[in-house]
């Protein structure tokens, strides 16, 4: 198992991964640790401009050089080659997208379940199936 973990670290392509997916594990889980102290209506309040925020900036990122940069400093290390070629969309959009959905539909103890439960998937999966 050791052995293991090591290739895995030692592997570029793989650290990078586990990179992205950290930081994945970390912004998504955030919503459903708040929404624990919140009301639905505190939460909507919360999830809808920053939803905004997040599909904007993915928008804009290949409109406006600025925004660009920017974004590329900031995420670039992270991002994977299909999400940097022209006019494709991020995960983080999506996420955006399902948090405004699921925040605004579900009982809170729902939503707080499943996005949970998608943080801790989607890292897994992704780990488990880029190394298979």
Not at 21 to 48: G, W
Request: hydrophobic share 55%.
């Amino acid at each position: 198992m050791k052995d293991f973990l090591n290739h895995c670290v030692a592997d570029a392509e793989y650290k990078r991964e586990i990179q992205r997916k950290l930081f994945h594990i970390l912004t998504i889980m955030f919503l459903p640790l708040v929404y624990i102290f919140l009301d639905k209506k505190q939460m909507l309040v919360l999830v809808f401009p920053l939803s905004i925020l997040i599909i904007s900036a993915d928008f804009y990122r290949h409109r406006i050089p600025a925004i660009e940069f920017i974004f590329s400093k900031a995420f670039g290390h992270i991002l994977r080659e299909t999400e940097l070629v022209q006019n494709s969309w991020t995960g983080a959009s999506f996420m955006a997208m399902a948090a405004l959905i699921v925040f605004t539909i579900c009982p809170k103890s729902i939503a707080i379940c499943a996005f949970s439960i998608l943080a801790i998937s989607d890292c897994l999966a992704a780990l488990v199936g880029k190394k298979m």
